[in-house]
């Protein structure tokens, strides 16, 4: 299954401790690059968090966000009313004893032990974390998947038109072929004409013929771009990460490709030649999506 590099999966989760969230948002990257945005409580699930996310991913420059949002009409710290009593109490027994005294109530509040946190049972928390992730990364999943069927549709297109193009030249060769021998044949001929020059020695044509028909020979060009055409196929089929093998597929086509407009001496092949290497570019950035 082809998957892209680029998507975006979000979920929440309510806990008795508030609402988790969960964002998953990646970008093409030629490795796994993976950025995490963690609530304090979470900071301690970063390596499973990190482990979770590269069994599923191989490729692509992923950002993960968690955040922890306290129930409504809950604030977040509280006071502990026996500890303020206790400093108030005391406060005003000082205030007796120094009248230049003056106490602020901001001040008590950073005494230890009057502002507190609700408790937070840390496992429990992680573990309804890593229960979200589990159920963002299959969509997350699901959605690089939807993408890259959309990718390997337009990429199964242009390898049709480079196996359409790569049998057009087949056909085209011998006709090429034909056409560079009279032509040749003529030369030949026109050089032995001269007063001086004598007749060219037996079996000289032919073997000039020969020569330069070889030059011209791209039978095994093409044989490995149909060979290139159907690897492309069936790794296309695969049902794993498929990118890095893709792109190193496209540098041998690309090979191909200038070698048939390096040995083309007529204007048809030189055409196929280019209209090969714009396929070929065309795939090239749509690999540049793939997982």
């Known amino acids: ?37 963690l609530h304090d409580d979470l900071r301690a699930l970063e390596p499973a968090l990190r482990e979770r996310v590269a069994g599923r991913l191989s490729r692509g420059k992923v950002d993960l966000t968690l955040r922890l949002r306290a129930p409504e009409g809950e604030g977040g710290l509280q006071l502990d009313p026996t500890r303020l009593r206790e400093l108030s109490e005391l406060a005003i027994d000082l205030s007796a004893r120094f009248p230049g005294l003056q106490t602020q109530f901001t001040d008590l ?25 589990d159920a963002v990364l299959d969509e997350f999943v699901a959605s690089r998947e939807r993408e890259g069927t959309k990718l390997a549709a337009v990429i199964n297109e242009r390898i049709d038109g480079i196996a359409r193009i790569a049998a057009d030249v087949r056909e085209l060769m011998p006709v090429i072929g034909e056409g560079q021998r009279r032509k040749l044949e003529t030369r030949l001929s026109d050089l032995a004409q001269p007063a001086g020059v004598g007749q060219l020695e037996p079996g000289r044509l032919e073997q000039e013929l020969v020569m330069w028909l070889q030059k011209l020979d791209v039978d095994e060009e093409l ?4 060979a290139h055409v159907s690897e492309a196929r069936r790794v296309l089929k695969l049902r794993e990460a498929v990118g890095r093998r893709l792109d190193f597929l496209l540098q041998e086509f690309n090979r191909e490709a200038n070698t048939l407009g390096s040995k083309s001496v007529d204007a048809r092949s030189s055409a196929a030649a280019i209209e090969l290497k714009v396929l070929i570019d065309q795939v090239r950035e749509q690999i540049q999506n793939i997982e």
């Open 223 to 226: 044989d490995r771009l149909d």
């Open 109 to 133: 509040l950073q005494f230890p032990g009057v502002l507190q946190a609700p408790a937070t049972d840390a496992a429990a928390l992680q573990a309804e974390a890593l229960a979200l992730l």
């Open 1 to 37: 299954m082809i998957r892209s590099m680029t998507a975006f999966a979000s979920g929440e989760r309510a806990t008795q401790w508030g609402t988790l969230g969960c964002e998953l948002r990646s970008v093409n990257h030629r490795f796994l690059e993976i950025g995490l945005r």
